[in-house]
């Protein structure tokens, strides 16, 4: 079971998939960025693009975002998801079964955070994401996104966009964006 590190749902565990279809960020990473973005979170609007469990998105919304759009493709895995907003009673998250780039393709929303948190190997669908929101302006004037990724230079940054800090948390690096 994964914990919620801070806010309403502080220490209140969730549900993981099997360890084969998903791969969870851990406490520490999550502790890392949410701490870092503390101030900015309320009343915030945030995207969580391959949501798996929902810890990025539950984190959100314990820390006072007032709408998290969760994307998840594996049915299965949209039903831990699902199980684990309900056991909590959270009341801003809208889940999608759906391909994140399906969704980034058709959504008219904007977001003030973008979690990118795509399987590790597929740093290709990072990239495509990444050009999505650069050419459909879904992110914020303001706005931030952050990816979790093992391949850091294989993540093409459109023009844009820039990275303006990043983050090594063992092998795992957190990059983060924002507009130019």
Not at 74 to 96: D, M, R, T
Not at 136 to 153: F, P, Q, R
Request: aromatic share 8%; proline share 3%.
């Amino acid at each position: 079971m994964l914990r919620i590190v801070a806010g309403k749902y502080k220490n209140k565990k969730i549900l993981e998939p099997d360890k084969n279809t998903t791969r969870p960020t851990t406490e520490k990473v999550r502790e890392a960025v949410f701490s870092s973005l503390h101030f900015k979170m309320e009343n915030s609007e945030c995207l969580d693009l391959f949501s798996g469990s929902g810890a990025w998105t539950i984190e959100a919304e314990s820390r006072g975002a007032s709408k998290v759009v969760a994307i998840e493709k594996n049915p299965s895995v949209v039903k831990i998801l699902k199980q684990n907003i309900n056991a909590l009673n959270c009341q801003n998250i809208n889940v999608y079964n759906i391909d994140a780039i399906a969704f980034l393709n058709k959504t008219s929303e904007f977001f003030d955070f973008i979690f990118i948190d795509a399987p590790f190997k597929e740093f290709n669908l990072v990239n495509e994401s990444l050009n999505l929101i650069s050419d459909s302006k879904l992110l914020k004037e303001d706005g931030e996104i952050i990816i979790e990724t093992d391949m850091a230079k294989e993540i093409k940054i459109p023009e844009q966009l820039k990275i303006y800090k990043q983050k090594k948390h063992g092998r795992i690096e957190l990059l983060y964006v924002c507009w130019k």
